[in-house]
């Protein structure tokens, strides 16, 4: 109960961003005494700090104004991207206060010296973050395939060509570990910190491959497994390519970073995707061309996911967001013409292609909220 | 708290089938006191019965056995096919103890002749039960379309060409009324009924079209609005011919009833799947052939379906279920080719096409044990 009070005063401040110990109280509904007790508990923890008096003129002895600590615990959050490696610490209130990023095309490379780098880029975001006065809680990798998070196993990621990798074994680190899909990052970070995401909704995001992610009611559909949200391995044309998966006409055979690369007429290797928006926005037919039928692509299977799982709404994130321009008008199409229901609203995310590496730091700092004691 | 302690009671004994005082008071952490309390209550609303003394040579005083009450409350379901109308009268111990069933092809039947024709099924089994000494608590409605739950009414049934259809208005009773879609009440009946399901299933029916349920964690999952499971219309084969819901190439265009017959060469019309099984059953090579094509198709679709929610088994159910000899290797085949994870199990479901209609009856007896002092 205490454990549980603890964390309900950390969420009430870190919702408001400063609130005084009588707001706290009336917001969660305990007596002032209780409330400053477990305040008291926080700011000796370094969780919460007083920020001193809050200004005069109002009625009642001044209270003090309290704020979630920015010197306190941080998330560390890292994406293993198929062409980067990315590492930030987000502190308790929100605020990315480290960040490191490598562009390295990891395809093909073995996951010891691609989590070696990753271990190094971890290293370098810790220190600044220790300088700038934080302590790191935890580590959340995100990647792109397929995780066991009990097991902290990447089981298979096609794109980089990873089977049941261990992540708990391979990246030296001595703070906690956990390891999810990054498209799982993406949604929650479109939760989390997305201005307009409602409660129910799918999130739709790609880099190389094509993930998906589910949200009902606020929380994550992950599957039996943990496997759900494989939009980019639903058939769309049957009878098409071959796909790395074993099947064939797989939407990113026709709406993956290659394939649209490809019908571009563009070389792959990093950054490729913002030359593609860029020859897009410059007009160039051949890109348009190829976005366009990548966004009929996406409009088919969308259309089959939001039959079956009716979601308020469908958000274009990573760096389909980038894309969204001209991927819209025939996604929207393909999907309104087809969809049985009253229609799925298409919204693009505000979050964008850091959405994994976010998520997955914001899951470190939510666990520091939800149970700080378990922290401090 | 003492309404929820009637429900636990309630749900204990009916989980058992018979069960004394104390094994109720051992089971739900509640004192002999306490449970002698909510018994005597819910045996004077005529919820529980008491069968006598236990058999002898147990230790200790005999305890009389209770059971639930046979006599009680009952759940009138209720299903309106396109080539049937079916109720049916359940009582709390899940006996079905009323039953009624008309053949008769509602295509194009306008709303009211057929409520009023369910409406007259509806007095008749009513009857029945009334004279076996039962009280009905409720009536659950399935139907074949888009359901707006709360305002009970048909938001959109392409196979009987019904729109915004307001059963509540329409059809004549004194019951609390609830609607459904058929799927669900469906799915809901494997998850109560089924012997193997698992709590995380994707149970897929057919009748004239195909509708799907998914169950997550022994919940239905009903989508934003609730139009969730619309299986029959994912596109297998996206130029395909044109489909009653505006889409092109949707499953049932080949997995349908009315694909399937054309396929095998069979006129339309009532009981025409039983036909179709019996020619499959005989070994006519074009039944077999139609039945293999939609396998192929269901398999198509199941993929997406399946890449998208993980689930930890597919349950083929309703007119599906009989069909399963001749669908099952096709329909195995494309999912096994084409999904990307660890597969996923297809069981045919045990319930039949029985499902939506026992579902909607058990969903009315599942509110009374629910909460007993509602219905008392």
Redesign the interface.
């Known amino acids: 109960m205490r454990r549980r009070n603890l964390s309900r005063v950390m969420h009430a401040v870190a919702a408001q961003g400063t609130l005084s110990r009588a707001s706290v109280a009336s917001r969660i509904g305990l007596t002032r005494a209780a409330v400053s007790t477990l305040v008291d508990e926080l700011i000796r923890a370094g969780l919460l700090e007083e920020l001193g008096p809050e200004r005069p003129g109002r009625v009642g002895r001044p209270g003090s104004a309290l704020a979630v600590s920015a010197q306190g615990p941080a998330g560390i959050g890292a994406d293993v991207g198929v062409d980067h490696l990315a590492v930030c610490a987000v502190d308790l209130r929100g605020d990315v206060r480290a960040r490191a990023v490598r562009r390295v095309d990891n395809r093909g490379r073995a996951p010891q010296p691609v989590l070696a780098d990753l271990a190094s880029l971890v290293r370098e975001v810790i220190r600044t973050a220790e300088q700038e006065g934080l302590r790191p809680a935890g580590l959340a990798v995100a990647v792109p395939g ?1 995780v066991a998070r009990d097991t902290r196993t990447v ?2 990621a ?1 794109n980089l060509d990873w089977h049941d990798t261990d992540i708990g074994a391979l990246l030296p680190t001595e703070l906690p570990l956990s390891v999810d899909n990054e498209a799982n990052f993406g949604a929650l970070a479109e939760l989390w910190l997305g201005a307009t995401a ?1 409660a ?1 909704f799918l999130h739709v995001s790609a880099e190389i491959g094509i993930g ?1 992610a ?1 949200v ?1 009611e606020g929380r994550l ?11 980019g ?6 009878e098409g390519p071959t796909c790395a ?4 006409g797989c939407l990113e055979q026709y709406a993956g970073e290659e394939a649209l690369l490809r019908a571009a007429g563009l070389a792959s290797g990093a950054d490729r995707m913002e030359a593609l928006a860029e020859r897009a926005h410059t007009g160039d037919m051949k890109a348009r061309a190829a976005l366009r039928d990548a966004g009929a692509a996406l409009g ?2 969308l ?3 939001v ?6 709404a469908v958000v274009l994130g990573g760096a389909l967001s980038r894309l969204a321009p001209w991927l819209l008008p025939s996604l929207e199409g393909e999907l309104g ?6 229609g799925c609203e298409v919204v693009v995310s505000g979050v964008g292609s850091d959405g994994p590496l976010l998520g997955a730091a914001h899951a470190v700092v939510r666990a520091v909220l939800d149970d700080p004691v378990g922290v401090a």
Chains 1, 2 share one sequence.
Not at 221 to 231: H, K, M, Q, T, V
Not at 245 to 248: E, S, T
Not at 307 to 312: A, F, I, K, S, Y
């Open positions: 397929l089981v298979r096609p409602p129910d998906a589910l009902v559909l992950r599957g039996s497994r943990g496997f759900a949200g494989e939009l391995h639903v058939p769309v044309w049957p998966c074993g099947g064939r088919i299977a259309t089959g996911a039959n079956l799982l009716d979601p308020r013409r087809r969809t049985t229901g009253p």
